[in-house]
């Protein structure tokens, strides 16, 4: 069964500090996400990505986040000046295709990021 | 806002009970997906539901969709221990971006043996 790949598993980062959060996709994969889940709340969606440029982002995605798939087959998640409400599970997730109805999710098993 | 109310929040039950859990919303939704997450873990896809009134099948888990795409239920027939884990509802809005999905808080299921 293929899988989505996310390193590191456990972060733990000083308050200010930068994190690149990564994740190998499904390689025929075309469409990359980034979801994160708080402690306790509900998973929320961070950006979309597709032919190499962010196709839709949440208001959670603010100008400290950035994205990129810098070598075809990594996607990365970095975070600018990390703030302790940064700390939760980060999961990529990706798809075949940009319906749902058709391929669903697969998901990563998470980066648990700790700021402290 | 909640877009999407999951219920009951907790469930304990015995092996062999059966169960229904509810994802609901004011909103139309143009799919929707269940997954399973277990600690530590990411969501793990069960099942996508797209037709209104539709009705999947997974052995002992029988997903249904709202006939106005609102709601799903999730059934679970004879629960097992194995079944424990946290349910999570996610949609695709009607309308809406269909790149990105909404997540219910979850429904945490303990089965008992």
């Known amino acids: 069964e293929p899988e989505v790949t996310q390193t590191p598993s456990h972060q733990v980062t000083q308050m200010g500090q930068e994190v690149i959060l990564r994740c190998v996709p499904i390689s025929n994969h075309l469409y990359f996400y980034w979801y994160r889940q708080i402690l306790g709340q509900k998973v929320e969606f961070l950006v979309s990505f597709y032919n190499n440029e962010i196709s839709e982002k949440s208001e959670i995605f603010d100008d400290q986040f950035s994205v990129e798939r810098p070598d075809g087959s990594n996607f990365t998640l970095k975070i600018r000046s990390t703030k302790l409400e940064d700390s939760a599970m980060y999961f990529c997730?990706?798809?075949?295709?940009?319906?749902?109805?058709?391929?669903?999710?697969?998901f990563g098993s998470g980066t648990r990021l700790t700021v402290v | 806002t909640q877009l999407l109310e999951q219920s009951p929040q907790f469930l304990s039950i015995q092996e062999g009970e059966n169960l229904t859990v509810y994802c609901n919303s004011s909103s139309v939704f143009s799919s929707l997906q269940w997954y399973r997450q277990e600690p530590g873990e990411g969501p793990v896809l069960l099942v996508t539901v797209v037709t209104g009134g539709e009705v999947k099948k997974l052995k002992r888990l029988t997903f249904q969709f709202g006939d106005a795409r609102k709601d799903s239920s999730l059934h679970i027939t004879a629960a097992q221990p194995g079944d424990t884990g946290l349910y999570l509802c996610?949609?695709?809005?009607?309308?809406?971006?269909?790149?990105?999905?909404?997540f219910g808080k979850g429904t945490k299921l303990s089965v008992k043996p």
């Open positions: 997730a990706s798809s075949h295709s940009r319906a749902i109805k058709d391929y669903g999710y697969t």
């Open positions: 996610a949609g695709a809005l009607y309308g809406g971006s269909q790149g990105n999905l909404i």
